[in-house]
């Protein structure tokens, strides 16, 4: 399986457990670090992992493309489950 689309799938599980975490505890997004950084962290610590890995040496680093499709794919997660579960979403 290529690399983006492992991202994809780990920022969609990273994007659906914020999002239910969000919808359990609404309280939770006034924590000290904002939900939309919940998504930033994945993206960075994905991004470590995989240079540490080596996928840097065969220039299988992820584009920006890829990255920012990710980031997107978790933050509609986390937007839409509470969303649909009827709790008033607020990420910033």
């Known amino acids: 399986m290529p690399l983006d689309r492992k991202f994809y799938f780990f920022m969609a599980i990273v994007g659906i457990l914020a999002g239910l975490l969000l919808a359990r505890s609404p309280e939770a997004r006034d924590f000290a670090v904002r939900p939309v950084f919940w ?30 499709l990710g980031f997107a794919i978790g933050i509609i997660w986390m937007m839409l489950i509470p969303y649909l579960a009827g709790v008033p979403v607020r990420v910033l």
């Open 39 to 68: 998504m930033l962290i994945p993206v960075a610590s994905f991004d470590l992992f995989s240079y540490l890995r080596g996928y840097a040496a065969t220039g299988g680093m992820l584009g920006f493309n890829a990255r920012l």
